[in-house]
């Protein structure tokens, strides 16, 4: 992909592709940046060495998406270890993985200013306790402190920089941009 972005003309005969005198893809050349995610050992060596940006995601066990079975691996433990891996990968090649960022997919968000009780009828929902619930990646909940505590905490112990909502909801995005947001851009914080 890099020689079609940078090179006037590109042949290669690989596993499973040939290309042929492709011309480049734009006039100019360009350089996107690449995010590449997954959960296994491989996948997070593969994009410590090629990615600007490497989404961390919890292995699925039964080959269906369910955020309940993919806790397990959504942990702050299971994300450090991905870290770790990416990291791997990235010194393999000489990269500096500091200035590579990592990101995960939040699935539900449950924030506000008393979301006791939604996390419980969720974490009960799912077959979790509150605990598991809290220390999963796939789950953003509590009050605005905890939201800032909880980014923090993934931050500092995997290098979580950039993360990803799905479907947070109007009343949980307003959230956010008026009480979470404003809060971790302070000048303040570290």
């Not at 997070?44 to 995601?57: C, E, Y």
């Not at 307003?174 to 809060?183: C, D, F, G, K, S």
């Amino acid at each position: 992909m890099r020689k079609l972005w940078t090179e006037p003309s590109t042949t290669m005969h690989g596993r499973f592709y040939r290309v042929t005198d492709s011309p480049m893809v734009s006039p100019e050349a360009i350089r996107p940046r690449l995010l590449l995610g997954g959960g296994g050992r491989s996948m997070m060596h593969l994009a410590g060495r090629v990615a600007d940006t490497v989404s961390m995601i919890p292995r699925q066990t039964t080959g269906a998406w369910s955020v309940a079975d993919s806790v397990p691996d959504s942990t702050m433990a299971a994300m450090s270890e991905k870290a770790a891996w990416f990291r791997v990968g990235a010194a393999d090649v000489g990269r500096e993985p500091d200035a590579i960022e990592l990101n995960t997919m939040v699935a539900k968000t449950i924030i506000g200013d008393h979301p006791e009780a939604a996390v419980a009828r969720e974490a009960a929902d799912a077959g979790l306790t509150v605990a598991e619930l809290n220390d999963s990646t796939l789950y953003l909940c509590g009050t605005s402190e905890d939201v800032c505590q909880r980014l923090d905490q993934w931050r500092d112990e995997a290098g979580i920089s950039y993360v990803s909502l799905f479907d947070p909801g109007e009343e949980q995005i307003a959230y956010l941009a008026e009480r979470v947001i404003p809060a971790l851009v302070e000048p303040a914080r570290p």
